[in-house]
């Protein structure tokens, strides 16, 4: 993760990472998003109910940027390339389901059933020991369904449109997936899937990283061709 030392801290880097993000001892800095203020009660109320995996907010410095307790780990680079075992699959399930847990019933996710992260994709997650441990980086956190989470960590983490797994292979890795988070309802987990990948090739063009976009478009294909084989 990190590149180089200077005066303001290590500068970390991640797969996706916030630019401006500095490590000072056991304190991440980094520029506050426009939903900060939503973040900042999300954090505060995770550390209120115990929930182990988040860094926790101490505040804002004299620049203006946002106090958090640093997590040791990795965070994974070139994730295209990492093929996750069953059970750090099975890891990051129960990581996402604990969260979601944490929020639910909330003022924090209103009239919806959680908060999502809405990113919980490998290079937002902090391994500890070569397991997933912590979610980072919680800028896109918003009130939620359960299914808009699974269906974009399913994607992202048995990166789904990898023409080297088979469907069938794929297939059991998602009801592996499903089976430890206890998702019940899975009728509409692969539409849901294609919706996140939509989502996510807009984003991509609008910013103009068109070689991603590509790659999400390949993606989707994939998982359209082979949508029944997926559906569990």
């Excluded at 030392?5 to 797969?15: F, H, K, Q, R, V």
């Excluded at 997650?125 to 800028?139: H, M, R």
């Excluded at 088979?166 to 988070?181: G, K, N, V």
């Amino acid at each position: 993760m990190p590149l180089r030392d200077d005066a303001s801290g290590e500068t970390l880097t991640g797969c996706q990472s916030t630019p401006g993000v500095v490590r000072v001892g056991a304190t991440v800095l980094r520029p506050p998003a426009p939903s900060a203020p939503f973040v900042h009660e999300l954090l505060r109320h995770l550390e209120q109910v115990g929930f182990a995996g988040a860094p926790r907010f101490r505040g804002i410095d004299p620049q203006g940027r946002e106090r958090l307790t640093y997590i040791n780990g990795a965070v994974p680079h070139n994730v295209g390339d990492i093929s996750w075992t069953d059970d750090q699959l099975s890891q990051v399930a129960h990581l996402l389901r604990a969260f979601h847990d944490a929020t639910a019933g909330t003022s924090l996710a209103g009239q919806l059933a959680v908060v999502c992260h809405n990113d919980p994709a490998p290079w937002n997650v902090v391994l500890v020991d070569n397991t997933p441990a912590a979610l980072i980086d919680f800028d896109e956190a918003a009130p939620g369904n359960r299914l808009k989470d699974v269906s974009y960590a399913v994607w992202t983490w048995l990166n789904l449109g990898d023409a080297r797994i088979s469907p069938t292979e794929q297939a059991r890795r998602i009801r592996l997936f499903c089976d430890e988070y206890g998702l019940v309802q899975r009728g509409s987990l692969i539409a849901e899937i294609l919706a996140r990948q939509s989502d996510i090739y807009i984003m991509r063009v609008a910013r103009g990283d068109h070689d991603l976009a590509a790659r999400v478009t390949d993606q989707r294909a994939w998982v359209q061709r082979h949508a029944t084989e997926l559906a569990i």
